[in-house]
C-alpha cells in the first residue's frame, strides 16, 4: 500500500487548505484512514480519522475548523482546514490502518504511512 499526500502550502492566518491523500496497492474493502501532524520539535499528532462508512473523529484542538472526507471509489481522503492558525503550521501526513473499523487516533494503529506535505501559516 502507498500513499501519496498532496495540498500543503503557505497561507495566511484565517485562510484556508485542503489536503488529498491517494491510496493505493493492495487495499481492502474496508480500512480507516488518518491524519497527523508533527510541528518542529512536538510530537506527532492526531488530527483525525475516518472510516470507510464516514464516521469521523477529531483532535479537540481542530474540531469545528477541520472536516475530513473521503471518496471511496478513489481510494482518496481529504483534510479540509478552515480558519488556520499559525499553531497548526507542522508537516501533515495521512496514514491508513488496513484492518480498520473504527476511527482511530492512536497512531500506533496504523500500518502505513504518506511521505508528509508541509503547512505553514503565517500570522
Known amino acids: 500500500v502507498q500513499l501519496q499526500a498532496s495540498g500543503g502550502g503557505l497561507v495566511q492566518a484565517g485562510d484556508s487548505l485542503r489536503l488529498s491523500c491517494a491510496a493505493s496497492g493492495r487495499t481492502s474493502s474496508s480500512y480507516v484512514m488518518g491524519w497527523f501532524r508533527q510541528a518542529p520539535g512536538k510530537e506527532r499528532e492526531s488530527v483525525g480519522a475516518?472510516?470507510?462508512?464516514?464516521?469521523?473523529k477529531y483532535a479537540d484542538s481542530v474540531k469545528g475548523r477541520f472536516t475530513i472526507s473521503r471518496e471511496n471509489a478513489k481510494n482518496t481522503v481529504y483534510l479540509q482546514m478552515n480558519s488556520l492558525k499559525p499553531e497548526d503550521t507542522a508537516v501533515y501526513s495521512c496514514?491508513?490502518?488496513?484492518?480498520?473499523?473504527?476511527?482511530?487516533?492512536?497512531?500506533?494503529?496504523?500500518?502505513?504511512w504518506g511521505q508528509g506535505t508541509q503547512v505553514t501559516v503565517s500570522s
Open positions: 496514514a491508513l490502518d488496513l484492518s480498520g473499523r473504527v476511527a482511530s487516533t492512536n497512531q500506533y494503529a496504523y500500518e502505513y
Open positions: 475516518i472510516t470507510t462508512f464516514g464516521n469521523t
